[in-house]
């Protein structure tokens, strides 16, 4: 099968499509035959580096994926041959999403949202469970809060507005001005233009801070909670600021695999509540050119991989 490598840590060059052998479902295990493949910024860092994550004999990156069943192995009653489905299998271990199959546990897997094609489904798996197990999960966020999500506009970003909306919650997004309509689109009922204002000059009696950019910027936010507010930090442990005030909490959190927040998000699509915005679209042979784009920083929404 046709998959995509990394050569050796360094630059999007470094990301080859190479010959490689298909693999095999064992127990509990599902191979999907891939039809698009999500590209974030966790790609990047890993490509670059080789950090953060437990490598196999071949290193490849990816793992948002959706797809269509191919086979399954023993043990899993979850799926068929045929069924689509859609996921983020082994995060933070290698998974090789960018490939024409990939081997995924069966409840690292979920039903395809039916409304979606595979590539705006392949655009959810990583971002949209960053985002629903930090406001649902780690957050708790409940009807009439107040949310403020940084980087609103971001893969994590706008899928993050629309899932505290659902929630009933009050949202305030950050971004850059040319992106203001589509948050206000999505559900945001405040935005604020970083390049402006400083957010903490504008914002306050925040119940849940979203923070994808860290450093500074989660310093920062801890000013616009209030009593028992909550921050969730995204970007590393290290980005959690040192001196936390005793009224409010602050944690790192890091996505992993989930099939009932799987379904749930596929729920929440069904139903028109939770929409994907897709930036580019790439196909697998160009995997480095999908990285470059994806590391200038300027991109609204997901990049996605077509692979079939």
Known sequence: MRAVVVEQWGGPEMLVEREVARPEPGLNEVLVRVH??????????TRASGALIEWGEVPAVGWDVSGTVEAVGPGVGLFRPGDEVYGMPMFPRQAGAYAEYVLAPARHLAPKPANLTHVQAAAL????LTAW????????????ERVLVHAAAGGVGHLAVQIAKARGAYVIGTASAGKHDLLRELGADEVIDY??????????????VLDALGGQNAERSLKVLRAGGRLVTLPGPDDVPADVPDHVRAVWMLVEPDHLGLREIAALAEQGALKPVVDTVVPLAQAAK??????QGRT?????LSVA
């Open 195 to 208: 390049h402006m204002v400083r957010f903490e000059d504008v914002v306050g009696d925040v119940d849940v």
């Open 133 to 144: 197990q930090a406001l649902v999960d780690t957050a708790g966020v409940r009807a009439g």
């Open 125 to 128: 798996p990583l971002a949209a």
């Open 290 to 295: 999908a990285h470059e784009i994806g590391e």
């Open 300 to 304: 609204t929404g997901k990049i996605v």
């Open 36 to 45: 698009a493949a999500g590209v974030n910024p966790v790609d990047f860092k």
